[in-house]
Each structure stands twice: as C-alpha cells, then as structure tokens.
C-alpha cells in the first residue's frame, strides 16, 4: 500500500541518549518534511528537503539532524535528546511546488526523560 | 514564518456556521488547509491558489484574499465529523517551498 511509513510509534528515551526517527515514503515524492506538533504550537516545520541529497532549516532546527541519502528515506536524529524535545513528530512528504498536496506518517510520540 | 489563524478554538452544535481565518504577513501566492482528527495524522482538505477560484469540499469552504494576505475556511451546517484541529499551510517559492503551517484551530461540533 503506498503512502509514508513512521517508526517507531512511540519511545520513551532517557536525556542524553542519541535517537533516530525513521521516516519512509514509497510515492517518489522528492520533497519531505519534519515537524514537531506540541499543544498550542501547531505544526512547526524542523528540517526539510526538496530533493535527495539536499535538505534546509526550518523554524526550530536546533537539536536535530537530517540526511536524505535517496528519495524515499528522511531519517530525523536526536544527538543528545533533551526534556524540551518531548513531542509528536510528523513526517510528511509531496512534490515540491506551491500547489501540491502533503500527506502525513502516523507520527512518533517521543518523551525525553 | 508561520502564518497566523485565528481563532484559536470554537465550540458549534450540530447545523451552525463557522469562520477560520488564516494571514500572512507576507505575500501569498498558495494557501493549504488540512483537518487533524484527534490521535491521527492531518489529511489534506484543499488548496488555493492567488488568482485562483473558491474552493469546496463537502460543506466547507474556503477563500483567499490575496490583497489582505488571508484565507478564510468556512465551515457551513456543521456535522459532527467537522471536529478537530484545522491547519492552513504556506508554500512559496521565494521560501523555497517550505511547507509551513499556522497554531491550528480546534474545532467542536456538539449534537
């Protein structure tokens, strides 16, 4: 079935440990997106990449890490984890453009203990 | 930069209307709405496009006012499947087609 594959569901980590989250889409979309959703914030862009072996900030980039090696992986790295880094994290994918449609992972609940 | 909706949430009983406004404090050219259902992931509702007609689906709807920077997403007779958390989204080139979204705002339908 095609579509955009999180893992894992749910971790609970403790501070200090280095943790990845996995993202995988099989619609050979080229661009993809991280976001963190904490209550009252919305969505809010973490990383981004618009095509396989590029990626850029987005609005709280800092203490987060993203390669994408080929078109359907975006893995999102944790490098030191920290208590302020507990939240669901989306991974979304689509083609790049202003008018294209974005379609979500189940999302990652992580708590940093 | 994320855009800015308001409000932040409304409370409805089955059959009301409501408003959702999104704005931008820079030019828009696209605006993107989509609906997050409690636990579950957001899912696409439409895009408007600048220059473009008012879009539909179902009985919601949207505008954009590309004077103003605004979109608006109209909820009309409102069903209990309308709740949730409703996002508007940017994407501009000159923002290297970021795909940015705004607080949300939660909407309840009430029988």
């Known amino acids: 079935i095609a579509g955009i594959t999180q893992a894992p569901t749910s971790q609970i980590l403790a501070a200090g440990r280095r943790m990845t989250l996995r993202c995988t889409q099989d619609m050979r979309h080229n661009a993809m997106y991280w976001y963190r959703q904490d209550l009252g914030l919305g969505l809010r862009l973490i990383h981004y990449s618009n095509t396989a072996g590029t990626t850029g900030k987005g609005e709280v980039p800092d203490g987060y890490s993203v390669s994408r090696a080929n078109t359907d992986d975006f893995p999102l790295t944790l490098a030191s984890a920290v208590p302020s880094q507990t939240s669901v994290y989306f991974c979304?994918?689509?083609?790049?453009?202003?008018?294209?449609?974005?379609?979500f992972g189940q999302g990652t609940r992580l708590t940093v203990v | 930069q994320q855009p800015v909706q308001s409000p932040q949430a409304v409370i409805l009983r089955e059959g009301e209307d409501a408003v959702i406004n999104c704005s931008s404090s820079?030019?828009?050219?696209?605006v993107h709405w989509y609906r997050q259902k409690h636990g579950e992931a957001p899912v696409f509702l439409m895009i408007?496009?600048?220059?473009?007609e008012q879009k539909g689906h179902d009985k919601i709807s949207a505008s954009f006012n590309e004077k103003k920077q605004q979109s608006s997403l109209y909820l009309t007779a409102s069903q209990l499947s309308y709740s949730g958390t409703y996002f508007c989204?940017?994407?501009?080139?000159?923002?290297?087609?970021?795909?940015?979204f705004g607080a949300g705002t939660t909407v309840t339908v009430r029988a």
């Open positions: 820079k030019a828009l050219y696209s």
């Open positions: 408007l496009l600048k220059g473009g």
């Open positions: 989204g940017t994407s501009e080139r000159s923002n290297d087609y970021k795909l940015s």
């Open positions: 979304a994918s689509r083609y790049t453009g202003v008018d294209t449609e974005a379609f």
